[in-house]
């Protein structure tokens, strides 16, 4: 008969099942990462400073924007950049400045709501493929090839163009179809702990898939699911501006760093060229800033990944 | 290999059963009448929808309507465009060479560039050769397409008066202008592949150039560029053909940017317009075509590379 229960077990079953002053070492471990990513990563850590930035900049947008964002100036339409307007005024007298610190915000916004739900669902189908393999494993698995078989691009547009543009729209979208790729990275890390011999020792000890899988296997697949998201943010942000760009993304006038840049601009472009470069370089920077960030963190917390 | 090819040829049905599932879904997303949406743009009047329904099969029941869609897709009929009125296959065949030429030309770059300059990186490891070609392999990723592709449009009309070619020429009319109008957009969409190719070729280097043949090429006294070329290169470029599948998807993906900023008539623009028209038919084919490319494209490479490469037959 399986033993099972608190009293039943003996008393260092406790500490091994993962009661142990988790919090304590979680700092710890969080600690150690950021000292190691300081000393022995100086482009991780300029990437995590843009990033840090950025995110200061999107919460007090309204502080430093200033200008609302879509305030116009009809008297100042395209004008240079220059004292009143740092870099300058597109076709309807808005200050590119004030538009592009606050389309910081969408962006940002878009990123983390993505990756919410797409490291949520790659961490819960990733963990179940690889904890519980066999038939469930085939059949997610073969999901998980079909939904990467499509080109992103194409198939996010499609989606968009049926549910409509928006915000949460975008971010629900790329977050569920980010899913699949990042929840073969966690299956391949999963797969790996579940052969640990503290999760036998667990099993032994009585332990259910459910303990198993949330006090032993989660907390030991923290990295890939740290890289992944961070990572994650970059290609959800430019994806984002790649959908504004091409009209399915965030509508105007939201102050969307792709549609700034969008078709339907491009022959004020040919006369003011700043309304094409200040978004790009936004785009660029924030996207080059969790890339770095990411990269560094995959080589600290798990050089396995490298070329994931 | 017999039984690799055949355990992978088996491995492919559920998935393509699963897209197929996804792609006949995808239009069912649509929130409200279908059929109102459909006939939205198509100009008919309110007392067609009956018919329409019917025409459509949409008035029987889901898994009918599936059986019927997908015995038509598998005898190679896609259905109509409800834009243009002529098949769907025939659509994307007249607009495929379009897509595949970009496609082909930004593969081109992506290996100029990548191949050197993720040897150089992998040779000279943690120099500032390295950070700084390793650096620039992650702006490549960081930088939008959809960007540089508006800067090369702009700033040389700009500077020097100059527009790139953006009225399209057949291949059969002028072939030195055909090739010139998709030199700048491949080499754009090449630059995205080239982050990817220069990281994995450094990685591989890397892995090579530890290997124990590698120190017996030393030990014999051989030259550099013969250690570099003749031994490390060619064992290490084998990986670097699995990630062909997924360089197809960024391709097929780069096309509707491309293609819709240097107005070339392929398989992006097409899809662009489809989108936009709300021609369901043809999303739906479109997606299923890519998606059927892809797949047999990853077949193909992962069989090319279990040739190549025994070790993964027995894995």
Redesign the interface.
């Known amino acids: 008969m399986r033993a099972s229960g608190a009293q039943e077990r003996p008393a260092g079953a406790v500490a091994l099942l993962g009661q142990a002053p988790l919090r304590g070492r979680a700092r710890h471990w969080t600690i150690n990462v950021l000292w190691r990513l300081l000393r022995e990563k100086p482009?991780g850590v300029f990437g995590g400073a843009i990033v840090l930035a950025m995110i200061v900049v999107a919460i007090f947008a309204p502080l430093i924007a200033p200008y609302p964002a879509n305030a116009m100036h009809p008297q100042s339409s395209v004008h240079p950049p220059g004292a009143q307007f740092w870099f300058g005024t597109d076709q309807f007298g808005r200050d590119l400045f004030s538009r592009i610190v606050h389309g910081s915000r969408i962006s940002l916004f878009v990123g983390f709501v993505a990756v919410g739900i797409g490291a949520s669902a790659a961490t819960a189908i990733g963990m179940l493929s690889g904890y519980f393999g066999g038939k469930l494993d085939l059949?997610l698995q073969?999901?998980v090839?079909?939904?990467m078989?499509?080109?992103?691009?194409?198939?996010v547009?499609?989606?968009m163009?049926?549910?409509g543009p928006g915000m949460l729209n975008v971010a629900v979208v790329l977050g569920i179809l980010t899913t699949a790729g990042s929840s073969r990275v966690i299956r391949g890390a999963a797969l790996s702990v579940k052969e640990s011999q503290y999760v036998d020792a667990a099993r032994a000890l009585g332990a259910g898939h459910g303990r198993i899988i949330l006090v032993h296997i989660l907390p030991n697949i923290s990295a890939p699911i740290i890289i992944i998201a961070t990572l994650g943010l970059?290609t959800a942000i430019?994806a984002e501006?790649?959908l504004s760009?091409?009209?399915?993304g965030i509508p105007q006038p939201a102050p969307a760093w792709?549609s700034m840049?969008s078709?339907e601009g491009?022959r004020y472009?040919?006369?003011a060229?700043w309304i094409?470069?200040f978004?790009?370089v936004a785009?660029?920077?924030i996207?080059?800033g969790f890339?770095?960030l990411g990269?560094a963190l995959r080589d600290v917390l798990d050089p396995r990944l490298?070329?994931t | 290999m017999r039984q690799y090819v055949a355990r992978r040829l088996l491995l492919m049905i559920p998935t393509i059963f699963l897209i197929s599932l996804l792609v006949f879904f995808l239009v069912r997303l649509i929130p409200g009448d279908t059929v109102m949406m459909l006939l939205e743009n198509a100009s008919l009047g309110e007392q067609d929808v009956q018919a329409y329904r019917a025409k459509l099969g949409l008035d029987r029941p889901v898994y009918v309507q599936y059986g019927t869609w997908i015995s038509d897709v598998l005898r190679g009929d896609l259905g109509t465009s409800l834009w243009s009125r002529q098949p769907i296959v025939k659509e994307i065949l007249q607009r495929l060479p379009v897509t595949a030429e970009l496609g082909a030309v930004a593969m081109f770059f992506s290996l100029l560039i990548a191949v050197p300059i993720g040897v150089v990186s992998a040779i000279r490891q943690d120099t500032w050769t390295d950070y700084v070609s390793r650096s620039l392999a992650i702006l490549g990723l960081a930088v939008p397409g959809f960007w540089l592709g508006t800067l090369v449009i702009v700033l040389p009309a700009i500077w020097f008066g100059w527009i790139p070619p953006i009225r399209y020429t057949g291949f059969a009319d002028n072939p030195w202008r055909n090739v010139q109008q998709f030199l700048i957009p491949g080499f754009l969409l090449g630059l995205g592949l080239a982050a990817v190719v220069m990281r994995m070729t450094r990685s591989m280097m890397l892995e090579v150039l530890r290997q124990d043949y590698i120190r017996t090429a030393w030990s014999k006294g051989l030259r550099e560029r013969g250690v570099v070329y003749r031994h490390a290169l060619k064992n290490a470029l084998i990986p670097v053909i699995s990630i062909l599948g997924v360089q197809i998807a960024v391709i097929a993906g780069g096309s509707v940017i491309f293609e819709q900023i240097f107005n070339l008539p392929g398989i992006g623009k097409f899809m662009y317009r489809a989108i936009q028209t709300r021609d369901y038919p043809v999303v739906q084919g479109v997606n299923l075509f890519l998606a059927a490319v892809i797949v047999w494209v990853n077949f193909l490479v992962d069989v090319t590379y279990a040739y190549l490469d025994p070790r993964i037959r027995f894995r």
């Open positions: 482009l059949l073969r999901a090839d079909a939904v078989s499509f080109p992103w691009l194409i198939i547009m499609s989606i163009g049926i549910v970059g430019l501006s790649s760009f091409l009209g399915y792709g840049l078709l491009r472009m040919l006369t060229p094409a470069i978004p790009g785009i660029s920077l996207v080059f890339n770095m990269d490298r070329g």
